[in-house]
């Protein structure tokens, strides 16, 4: 199962992801897209579209904004957070899912590698892919999808950058510090 977390619209890549997993053959897969669908009501029709056009419609779900327990369910019932943003300026939804333990492929766009990170070991807990390029978002899908190493490896380095997130306190007390200087 794939999450892919963020407001509907030309910005965060869902046409881009479409794109991408309709080259891909495996039957296996589901997409789920949680995220306003308003933003854009012109974008969403195109997308649904599509969907419907490239045989999508019955593996990808735009849910529309989830929360609270909905959303923990989705991230808790995805197996990895699919992201193909044009641009992101810090990127939260990756560290909503390293927090959860769960690996991110997503574009090297802004802040999105600095909210991956690394593990201190160096392991990165997901892939980054260029900005833009649906045959690499593919390309990654198709790999997550067939190599059982890749997730366990992928899975292993979220864990452990789950452990190494700060906490709440930690984060207040470090925005804190900058506010006052």
Same mark, same amino acid.
Do not use: I
């Given at each position: 199962r794939l999450l892919c977390v963020g407001g509907v619209t030309p910005l965060k890549g869902h046409d881009l992801l479409l794109d991408a997993l309709a080259t891909i053959d495996d039957p296996t897969w589901q997409c789920i897209c949680v995220g306003a669908l308003d933003l854009d009501l012109e974008f969403v029709a195109r997308l649904r579209r599509l969907a419907e056009d490239r045989g999508?419609?019955?593996?990808?779900?735009?849910?529309?904004?989830?929360?609270d327990n909905e959303l923990d369910r989705a991230y808790a019932e995805a197996d990895v957070l699919v992201l193909a943003s044009r641009a992101e300026t810090y990127g939260m939804v990756v560290t909503e899912a390293l927090a959860r333990a769960l690996p991110v492929i997503a574009s090297d766009v802004g802040g999105v590698p600095e909210a991956l990170g690394a593990t201190r070991d160096g392991r990165r807990p997901g892939l980054l892919l260029p900005p833009g390029d649906d045959a690499a978002m593919?390309?990654? *899908? !198709? =790999?997550? &999808? @067939? %190599?059982?190493? *890749? !997730? =366990?490896? &992928? @899975? %292993?380095?979220?864990?452990? =950058?789950?452990?190494?997130l700060p906490g709440w306190s930690q984060t207040a007390d470090?925005?804190?510090e900058v506010l006052l200087e």
């Open positions: 999508l419609g019955d593996r990808v779900c735009f849910t529309g904004p989830l929360t593919a390309d990654a *899908l !198709r =790999r997550w &999808l @067939r %190599d059982p190493v *890749l !997730r =366990r490896d &992928l @899975r %292993d380095a979220a864990g452990a =950058r789950r452990a190494e470090q925005v804190a």
